[in-house]
Nanobody, 121 residues
């Protein structure tokens, strides 16, 4: 089992930045592949960014150039640096992990509880 705990969400003005963190514990060999997802009210969960076991990163077109996913293996922590935030980025953000590569598809086995990001003036 892998436990994932997100933090770092909050209220930010358009154009602002936030950094989300996801601390992993438990059988961390099971989090070879990790990703960030978001779900806005009334919408389906969508992939935002993912990182594979070799450190290669993948992004949804909507966040390319603005968001950066990274992983600190020593700390078992996944990060999402979000810059130039827009109101349409408002959503609950979740991190996910698995031993199987799911790219940006919401099929990962392990999920955190989510952290809310609200972009509003």
């Amino acid at each position: 089992e892998v436990q994932l705990v997100e933090s770092g969400g909050g209220l930010v003005q358009p154009g602002g930045s936030l950094r989300l963190s996801c601390a992993a514990s438990g059988h961390t060999y099971s989090n070879s592949y990790m990703g960030w997802f978001r779900q806005a009210a009334g919408k389906e969960r969508e992939g935002v960014a993912a990182i594979d076991s070799g450190g290669t990163t993948y992004y949804a077109d909507s966040v390319k150039g603005r968001f950066t996913i990274s992983k600190d293996n020593a700390k078992n922590t996944l990060y999402l640096q979000m810059n130039s935030l827009k109101p349409e980025d408002t959503a609950m953000y979740y991190c996910a992990a698995d031993r199987i590569w799911w790219w940006l598809l919401p099929k990962y086995k392990y999920w955190g509880q989510g952290t809310q990001v609200t972009v509003s003036s």
